[in-house]
Protein backbone atom coordinates (compact mmCIF):
# COMPACT_ATOMS: atom_id res chain seq x y z
CA UNK A 1 0.00 0.00 0.00
CA UNK A 2 1.34 3.46 -0.67
CA UNK A 3 1.74 5.76 1.99
CA UNK A 4 2.86 9.42 2.21
CA UNK A 5 2.92 11.62 5.10
CA UNK A 6 1.59 14.62 5.73
CA UNK A 7 1.92 17.86 8.38
CA UNK A 8 -0.45 19.83 10.19
CA UNK A 9 0.56 22.94 10.56
CA UNK A 10 -1.45 26.60 11.15
CA UNK A 11 -4.79 24.68 10.60
CA UNK A 12 -3.29 23.52 7.26
CA UNK A 13 -2.34 20.37 5.51
CA UNK A 14 1.11 20.19 4.11
CA UNK A 15 3.16 17.95 2.31
CA UNK A 16 5.98 18.18 -1.17
CA UNK A 17 6.25 16.53 -4.36
CA UNK A 18 8.97 16.24 -7.01
CA UNK A 19 8.31 17.32 -10.53
CA UNK A 20 10.72 17.11 -13.33
CA UNK A 21 10.71 19.18 -16.39
CA UNK A 22 13.10 18.58 -19.41
CA UNK A 23 15.90 16.98 -17.98
CA UNK A 24 15.94 19.08 -14.87
CA UNK A 25 13.98 17.96 -11.38
CA UNK A 26 12.99 19.83 -8.38
CA UNK A 27 11.33 19.14 -5.05
CA UNK A 28 8.27 21.47 -3.94
CA UNK A 29 8.08 22.14 -0.77
CA UNK A 30 5.52 23.36 1.35
CA UNK A 31 1.95 22.08 -0.81
CA UNK A 32 -0.72 22.52 0.63
CA UNK A 33 -3.54 19.46 0.78
CA UNK A 34 -6.46 21.22 -0.93
CA UNK A 35 -9.49 19.47 -2.00
CA UNK A 36 -11.29 22.69 -2.36
CA UNK A 37 -8.86 23.13 -5.34
CA UNK A 38 -9.84 21.82 -8.48
CA UNK A 39 -6.15 21.87 -9.78
CA UNK A 40 -2.82 21.66 -8.38
CA UNK A 41 -0.85 25.21 -8.52
CA UNK A 42 2.16 26.18 -8.30
CA UNK A 43 4.06 28.74 -7.51
CA UNK A 44 6.15 30.03 -10.65
CA UNK A 45 8.94 31.73 -8.29
CA UNK A 46 9.38 28.22 -6.75
CA UNK A 47 10.59 26.74 -10.50
CA UNK A 48 12.52 29.42 -11.96
CA UNK A 49 15.73 27.20 -12.02
CA UNK A 50 13.86 24.41 -13.91
CA UNK A 51 13.25 27.39 -16.26
CA UNK A 52 10.11 26.92 -16.67
CA UNK A 53 8.33 30.00 -17.81
CA UNK A 54 5.04 31.42 -19.86
CA UNK A 55 5.12 30.15 -23.57
CA UNK A 56 3.47 31.49 -26.37
CA UNK A 57 1.60 28.03 -26.98
CA UNK A 58 0.66 27.43 -23.04
CA UNK A 59 -2.85 28.03 -22.03
CA UNK A 60 -3.91 31.00 -19.82
CA UNK A 61 -6.65 29.88 -16.80
CA UNK A 62 -7.90 31.88 -14.19
CA UNK A 63 -9.55 30.62 -11.16
CA UNK A 64 -12.04 31.72 -8.56
CA UNK A 65 -11.46 31.13 -4.66
CA UNK A 66 -11.82 32.84 -1.77
CA UNK A 67 -9.21 35.54 -2.52
CA UNK A 68 -10.54 36.18 -5.54
CA UNK A 69 -9.38 35.62 -9.14
CA UNK A 70 -6.01 33.89 -9.86
CA UNK A 71 -4.49 33.67 -12.91
CA UNK A 72 -2.00 31.14 -14.39
CA UNK A 73 -0.99 29.63 -17.37
CA UNK A 74 -1.04 25.58 -17.77
CA UNK A 75 2.01 23.40 -18.83
CA UNK A 76 2.94 19.73 -19.33
CA UNK A 77 5.15 18.15 -16.79
CA UNK A 78 6.61 15.47 -18.17
CA UNK A 79 6.84 13.77 -14.09
CA UNK A 80 5.19 14.35 -11.07
CA UNK A 81 6.52 12.19 -7.99
CA UNK A 82 4.43 12.39 -4.41
CA UNK A 83 6.38 9.62 -2.38
CA UNK A 84 6.72 6.32 -4.70
CA UNK A 85 3.98 7.31 -6.36
CA UNK A 86 4.54 9.13 -10.27
CA UNK A 87 2.80 10.27 -12.88
CA UNK A 88 3.77 11.26 -16.49
CA UNK A 89 2.55 13.81 -18.43
CA UNK A 90 0.33 15.54 -16.12
CA UNK A 91 -1.10 19.39 -16.50
CA UNK A 92 -0.55 21.53 -13.83
CA UNK A 93 -1.49 25.13 -13.48
CA UNK A 94 1.99 27.93 -12.61
CA UNK A 95 0.89 31.58 -10.77
CA UNK A 96 3.31 34.12 -10.44
CA UNK A 97 2.07 34.78 -6.93
CA UNK A 98 1.06 32.89 -3.77
CA UNK A 99 1.07 34.26 -0.63
CA UNK A 100 1.74 33.04 3.23
CA UNK A 101 4.92 30.97 2.68
CA UNK A 102 3.14 28.61 0.23
CA UNK A 103 4.50 26.58 -3.13
CA UNK A 104 1.57 25.67 -3.77
CA UNK A 105 -1.88 23.82 -3.60
CA UNK A 106 -1.82 20.04 -4.48
CA UNK A 107 -5.24 20.01 -5.92
CA UNK A 108 -8.62 17.51 -6.97
CA UNK A 109 -7.32 16.78 -9.89
CA UNK A 110 -3.54 14.78 -8.76
CA UNK A 111 -5.82 12.94 -5.94
CA UNK A 112 -8.37 11.95 -8.07
CA UNK A 113 -6.56 10.80 -10.76
CA UNK A 114 -4.09 8.57 -8.59
CA UNK A 115 -7.32 7.41 -6.42
CA UNK A 116 -5.54 8.57 -3.42
CA UNK A 117 -7.08 8.83 0.02
CA UNK A 118 -6.75 11.41 3.07
CA UNK A 119 -6.63 9.96 6.00
CA UNK A 120 -6.48 12.11 8.79
CA UNK A 121 -6.43 10.31 11.50
CA UNK A 122 -3.00 9.30 11.02
CA UNK A 123 -1.93 12.68 8.67
CA UNK A 124 -0.98 10.93 5.53
CA UNK A 125 -1.86 10.22 1.89
CA UNK A 126 -2.44 6.71 1.50
CA UNK A 127 -3.60 4.67 -2.36
CA UNK A 128 -5.51 1.33 -1.10
Known sequence: MFTVNIIYRDGLL???INIEFRGKSKVITNMVIDTGAAQT????ESV???GLVYENDDMLVSSKG?????YSFVKRIDKINLGSLELIDFDIDFTGYIDYDINGLLGLDLLILAGLKID???FRIRKP
Open 66 to 70: IGGIE
Open 120 to 122: LEK
Open 48 to 50: NEL
Open 14 to 16: FTS
Open 41 to 44: LISQ
